[in-house]
């Protein structure tokens, strides 16, 4: 589709107060230089170009912040949090601040370690899979993140429970989440975005997550913020050789929402997969866009994503399959679906292949469609009210997809795929 | 049957039509409780748009009266009509993936009885009538009719029939692309149905299904009326001499 460049205002980002947070966070001077790399890096670049595929669908200008990041004090938004479930590990960043860490003694004792992003030693690693050269919005993160945690799981380690990291959204928030995961460890994080609740909030969030070869990490992103919070999120793995990293992306909230996320397959034989739902309702806006970069060889990635709209609501898919020179034998599939059940939401899906080897075998498949008359009225012929049959196709449409999922994720994912159901 | 019973099924005059075109061109039945009747005709006369227009699907227009159990539920939804003891066999029962045999039926089980069936005692009923069924237990797990052969299709819908046990259940063509053991298996549940005193219709245009359930009415089925009825000797005309015979009666518009 031929389209026009559309001219962006040139961004007015002021970080005028790096030093200042930095010292206050109690930083030392490698993440200082960090930020002001990515600030020195933000200069020259511009919004991004909405003639681009990538910010076809949302307006850039959306997300930046109102005022200086650097100088803003975080809103001390409300962070009770009940535990209810076994985890491994507990961490709330809520305020710009982490606020709250558990780890349980089992996790403890195999050596997780999980620390304030800020004064943790983490400098060769920060910036690493998600550098500030990713994009505008990922170097105001770099420059002026604030609140973070770093979780490093150690070589070997198998955790049966849970970490569960929760993010609250409120006035302006620039959350910065690291998680490494060593050699041959295996450990499920579900980072929840929650929040909003004083009716705004903006959110410019970036996670990068290092998976060690031959590990096995389960990554969670679940994103439902109360209504009125405008959010960019964007997550990456660098997933090494022998090594799987299965994400699960579930977007219920906000008002506007684009998540940018993805993995390197960077090791041979890497093995990613990518398994998402978003159900959005109203006015709201939803941009996904997905990226699988197979750079090594004999890697193997698969995506399936589903999309169910109410309302007036927007969702736009893009989806990006690279695959290096250097990548032959490698696998990939892709397959996004979009259900319509009203006659004013609107959703797009692109997928992108970059092929760039003779030797692999790919696939993609997408498709918009509203809901189905034939099955509505069989569920109706069974008894079903229409709500409710409505109900069952949606959810069954979504499920098929939770199902690829940890148990534990699914049955909360699909908790609140229900209770979302239930109030539209 | 029950011949002092009240019917649980009559329609009058019904007239359907899809957009301009009748299809079905004034048709009257009544059903008693334990009865079956067969309504049988060549391809292409109207019989599943009766079938499908009686239970509501949104394609058709349904002119005429329809009393289910003394009630008429004429302008009713399809989901209404099924609360009250209504079903319909699905010619082509439709795929719902994402949701299990097992998930669904309970679903519709809640609905129809009007109260929420505990777990434990709905699984047991299901799997028992799974087993009259002959259907490996691992059926109640997978996705509605999803990658289902025609033949599992139809268990699924006899299943469906017994576990709903409607006043009157319309069965569009539930024989058609059966073996013979599968069938029987058929047969068995709708003769289960109608020990229970259910009312039935069976729409098909083959008469090897009624050698394994008895009708008590058959009615043949032309253009979009009903020609001819008569006692299960006219099945066996039928199949002996086809359909061209009752052409005559087919022009004269019907009994």
């Given at each position: 589709m031929a389209s026009r460049p559309v001219v962006n205002a040139p961004p007015t980002v002021a970080l005028d107060h790096i030093e200042e947070l930095s010292r206050v966070a109690g930083e030392d001077g490698t993440l200082l230089a960090i930020r002001n790399q990515a600030r020195a890096c933000l200069v020259p670049l511009e919004l991004p170009n909405r003639a681009r595929h990538l910010w076809r669908y949302t307006n850039p200008a959306r997300f930046l912040p109102e005022s200086d990041p650097t100088a803003v004090a975080p809103i001390d938004v409300g962070s009770t949090w009940r535990l209810d479930e076994p985890l491994s590990v507990a961490a709330l960043i809520a305020g710009g601040a982490l606020r709250l860490v558990e780890v349980d003694a089992t996790a403890r004792k195999a050596g997780v370690v999980v620390e304030d992003l800020h004064r943790a030693p983490a400098g060769d690693l920060l910036g690493t899979v998600v550098p500030a050269s990713h994009g505008f919005l990922e170097a105001i993160n770099t420059a002026a993140w604030r609140g973070g945690v770093l979780v490093r799981i150690p070589?070997?380690?198998?955790?049966?429970?849970?970490?569960?990291?929760?993010?609250?959204?409120?006035?302006?928030?620039?959350?910065?989440?690291?998680?490494?995961?060593?050699?041959?460890?295996?450990?499920?994080?579900?980072?929840?975005?929650?929040?909003?609740?004083?009716?705004?909030?903006?959110?410019?969030?970036?996670?990068?997550?290092?998976?060690?070869?031959?590990?096995?990490?389960?990554?969670?992103?679940?994103?439902?913020?109360?209504?009125?919070?405008?959010?960019?999120?964007?997550?990456?793995?660098?997933?090494?050789?022998?090594?799987?990293?299965?994400?699960?992306?579930?977007?219920?909230?906000?008002?506007?929402?684009?998540?940018?996320?993805?993995?390197?397959?960077?090791?041979?034989?890497?093995?990613?997969?990518?398994?998402?739902?978003?159900?959005?309702?109203?006015?709201?806006?939803?941009?996904?866009?997905?990226?699988?970069?197979?750079?090594?060889?004999?890697?193997?990635?698969?995506?399936?994503?589903?999309?169910?709209?109410?309302?007036?609501a927007r969702s736009a898919y893009t989806g990006m399959i690279r695959i290096a020179p250097g990548a032959a034998g490698s696998e990939a599939y892709q397959e996004n679906r979009n259900l319509l059940l009203s006659e004013n939401a609107r959703a797009e899906s692109i997928p992108e292949l970059e092929i760039l080897t003779d030797d692999v075998r790919c696939s993609h498949g997408a498709t918009v469609s509203p809901l189905d008359p034939e099955q509505l009225f069989y569920l109706k012929s069974r008894g079903l009210p229409h709500l409710q049959a409505m109900r069952v196709i949606v959810y069954g449409f979504l499920d098929q997809t939770l199902a690829r999922l940890p148990q534990t994720t699914r049955d909360r994912i699909a908790a609140l795929v229900a209770a979302r159901l239930h109030t539209d | 049957m029950n011949n002092h019973a009240k019917p649980v099924f009559q329609c009058t005059g019904v007239h359907i039509h899809i957009g301009e075109?009748?299809?079905?061109?004034?048709?009257?039945?009544?059903?008693?409780?334990?009865?079956?009747?067969?309504?049988?005709?060549?391809?292409?006369?109207?019989?599943?748009?009766?079938?499908?227009?009686?239970?509501?699907?949104?394609?058709?227009?349904?002119?005429?009266?329809?009393?289910?159990?003394?009630?008429?539920?004429?302008?009713?939804?399809?989901?209404?009509?099924?609360?009250?003891?209504?079903?319909?066999?699905?010619?082509?029962?439709?795929?719902?993936?994402?949701?299990?045999?097992?998930?669904?039926?309970?679903?519709?089980?809640?609905?129809?009885?009007?109260?929420?069936?505990?777990?434990?005692?709905?699984?047991?009923?299901?799997?028992?009538?799974?087993?009259?069924?002959?259907?490996?237990?691992?059926?109640?797990?997978?996705?509605?009719?999803?990658?289902?052969?025609?033949?599992?299709?139809?268990?699924?819908?006899?299943?469906?029939?017994?576990?709903?046990?409607?006043?009157?259940?319309?069965?569009?063509?539930?024989?058609?692309?059966?073996?013979?053991?599968?069938?029987?298996?058929?047969?068995?549940?709708?003769?289960?149905?109608?020990?229970?005193?259910?009312?039935?219709?069976?729409?098909?245009?083959?008469?090897?299904?009624?050698?394994?359930?008895?009708?008590?009415?058959?009615?043949?089925?032309?253009?979009?009326?009903?020609?001819?009825?008569?006692?299960?000797?006219?099945?066996?005309?039928?199949?002996?001499?086809?359909?061209?015979?009752?052409?005559?009666?087919?022009?004269?518009?019907?009994?």
């Open positions: 070589a070997g380690i198998s955790l049966e429970h849970p970490i569960r990291l929760r993010l609250v959204a409120g006035g302006l928030s620039l959350p910065r989440v690291l998680v490494v995961a060593g050699e041959d460890s295996s450990f499920e994080v579900i980072e929840g975005h929650v929040g909003g609740d004083r009716g705004t909030g903006k959110v410019i969030g970036v996670t990068e997550i290092l998976v060690g070869k031959g590990a096995d990490v389960r990554y969670g992103l679940v994103q439902r913020w109360e209504p009125g919070v405008v959010g960019h999120l964007t997550a990456r793995a660098r997933v090494l050789a022998g090594a799987r990293f299965q994400m699960s992306l579930a977007s219920f909230g906000g008002a506007a929402f684009k998540a940018d996320v993805g993995a390197f397959l960077a090791g041979e034989g890497a093995e990613v997969e990518t398994y998402g739902v978003a159900m959005g309702g109203d006015s709201q806006h939803f941009d996904h866009h997905t990226e699988h970069i197979h750079e090594a060889g004999k890697t193997h990635s698969n995506l399936d994503f589903k999309v169910a709209l109410t309302g007036s | 075109k009748e299809i079905v061109k004034g048709v009257d039945l009544t059903v008693l409780p334990g009865e079956i009747h067969a309504i049988m005709g060549p391809n292409g006369s109207g019989k599943s748009t009766l079938a499908n227009g009686l239970m509501g699907h949104p394609t058709y227009t349904v002119e005429g009266t329809v009393i289910l159990a003394g009630e008429d539920v004429s302008a009713m939804p399809p989901d209404e009509k099924a609360r009250r003891g209504m079903f319909l066999a699905f010619q082509y029962p439709v795929a719902v993936p994402g949701v299990t045999v097992a998930s669904f039926l309970r679903a519709a089980v809640s609905a129809v009885r009007g109260v929420d069936v505990p777990v434990r005692e709905f699984r047991k009923e299901l799997l028992a009538r799974m087993e009259d069924l002959e259907m490996d237990p691992a059926f109640a797990g997978r996705y509605l009719n999803d990658g289902f052969s025609g033949g599992e299709k139809k268990r699924v819908e006899i299943l469906q029939l017994l576990m709903l046990k409607p006043k009157f259940a319309l069965l569009d063509e539930t024989d058609s692309g059966l073996d013979i053991d599968a069938l029987k298996v058929v047969a068995k549940g709708i003769n289960t149905a109608v020990s229970n005193d259910t009312g039935m219709v069976l729409v098909t245009h083959y008469q090897r299904l009624l050698n394994y359930v008895h009708p008590d009415v058959v009615h043949v089925f032309m253009d979009g009326r009903i020609v001819r009825a008569g006692g299960p000797e006219l099945a066996l005309e039928l199949e002996e001499r086809g359909y061209d015979w009752l052409e005559p009666a087919a022009a004269a518009g019907g009994v």
